[in-house]
């Protein structure tokens, strides 16, 4: 059983940074975010083997958003920078104990745990 708990979500300008924190109990083998706009479906944003520290992003949010872990902490990260009004949405810790499929394809349907979410908020 894995347990995720987000933290470091809020409300920033346009343009600003937020980091995003993911607390993991439990093994894992495969971490990652996604996301969910308002009357939007949930996206995949990147994920990463905890074993090799491999990544993989999704096309759209290569280059500002950066994930990466804390394997002594168990805490998986993601570094939002230059952050848009169309970033705003919930954002979710994403697990799995295998070497999961979603971290090629970040299909939210294939995720085995979840967290509870952070809002992130960003305004014009």
């Known amino acids: 059983q894995v347990q995720l708990v987000e933290s470091g979500g809020g409300s920033v300008q346009a343009g600003g940074s937020l980091r995003l924190s993911c607390a993991a109990s439990?093994?894992?083998?495969?971490l990652g975010w996604f996301r969910q706009a308002p009357g939007k479906e949930r996206e995949g944003v990147a994920a990463?083997?905890?074993?090799?520290?491999?990544?993989h992003y999704a096309d759209s949010m290569e280059g500002r958003f950066t994930i990466s872990q804390d394997n002594d902490k168990n805490t998986l990260y993601l570094q939002m920078n230059s952050l848009k009004p169309e970033d705003t949405g919930m954002y979710y810790c994403a697990a799995d104990s295998r070497v999961a499929r979603w971290y090629k394809s970040l299909t939210p349907n294939e995720v085995k745990y979840w967290g509870q979410g952070a809002q992130v908020t960003v305004s014009s």
């Open positions: 990463i083997y905890t074993t090799t520290g491999f990544t």
């Open positions: 439990g093994y894992t083998n495969t």
